[in-house]
């Protein structure tokens, strides 16, 4: 039996990348699975059996929704993966208002709406488990230093990281544990669609891009997705039972220098 056998689990942005990874990793210790999106996450979903539910993070009737999807469906919620995020590079003063403020309504808004929705039902079922109910939060190492061209993303993985710990703090009594882990950077389709833009830029070739992306890791390599879901798979399970409002650093040692 794996460590997450009887728990149910519901991961923001589930359809691929970092959340695909995640829901698949929480499924191979056990735990069902809903694979929530905007985008089609029926098939992963179908892969390691659990349920696909269309939820756009930033609407709070569809939180509602999906937090009453997983009750029904598996009958409670033990773990929220907040995991749905956007991502873009623009100089600050291309940066405009309107998309600043979508940049924080999905990485922000949907985060804060996940808290406060899923909260109070992980904390339902939070105390039949030795490490109580779990929240992780997809920050990234930009909610712990900043960059150039990453003022919309930078505020709103700050603002990730640091909801965590107001979360931990008013969750404590009730037995869940919200932690927020900060990736380097990780080879899924989000990275990809940013090496492109590098490219085109710059109009420097891929193999470039890479190879510099890499480079930021002093263990010399990207990230990949598994990396990352096995801290998520961690932190959701009783071996992290002591850990809460901390911050779970993915990065090859990128934010050490
Ligand atoms: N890939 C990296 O290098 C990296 C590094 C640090 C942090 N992160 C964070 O990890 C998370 C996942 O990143 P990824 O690389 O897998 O991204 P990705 O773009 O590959 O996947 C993101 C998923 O979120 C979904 N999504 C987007 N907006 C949504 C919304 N409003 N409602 C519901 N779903 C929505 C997308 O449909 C997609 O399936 C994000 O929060 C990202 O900021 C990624």
Redesign the pocket.
């Known amino acids: 039996m794996g460590d997450l056998a009887g728990r149910v689990a519901l991961v923001?942005?589930?359809?691929?990348?970092?959340?695909?990874a995640a829901a698949k990793a929480l499924a191979a210790e056990g735990a069902k699975v809903v694979v929530?999106?905007?985008?089609d996450?029926s098939e992963i979903a179908a892969i390691i059996g659990g349920a696909y539910v269309k939820?756009?993070?930033?609407s709070e009737d569809d939180w509602i929704a999906a937090v009453a999807f997983a009750k029904d469906r598996f009958g409670g919620l033990d773990i929220l993966v907040n995991?749905?995020?956007?991502?873009w590079l623009k100089p600050m003063e291309m940066e405009t208002l309107e998309s600043f403020r979508r940049m924080q309504q999905?990485?922000v808004e949907?985060v804060f709406l996940g808290l406060k929705h899923a909260i109070p039902a992980i904390a339902e079922r939070a105390q039949q488990w030795e490490g109580g109910g779990a929240v992780i939060n997809?920050?990234?190492?930009?909610g712990l230093v900043g960059a150039p061209n990453l003022i919309a993303?930078n505020a709103s993985?700050g603002a990730v990281r640091l909801m965590t710990k107001a979360a931990a703090m008013e969750s404590a009594p009730l037995k869940v544990r919200v932690n927020s882990i900060?990736?380097?950077?990780?080879?899924?389709?989000?990275?990809a669609?940013a090496a492109a833009a590098i490219e085109k830029a710059t109009g420097q070739g891929a193999n470039v891009t890479r190879t510099r992306f890499a480079e930021r890791h002093p263990l010399g390599r990207m990230?990949r997705?598994v990396d990352?879901a096995n801290a998520v798979v961690f932190l959701a399970s009783d071996k992290a039972a002591f850990m809460t409002g901390s911050e779970l650093v993915v990065d090859g040692g990128m934010t050490a220098m």
Not at 83 to 87: D, E, H, Q, T, V
Not at 182 to 191: A, E, N, R
């Open positions: 923001t942005g589930g359809a691929r990348g970092l959340g695909a929530s999106d905007v985008s996450g939820h756009d993070v930033t995991n749905a995020g956007i991502f999905v990485n949907g997809l920050s990234s190492v930009a993303y993985k900060h990736p380097g950077i990780i080879d899924t389709p989000m990275m669609g990230g997705d990352i």
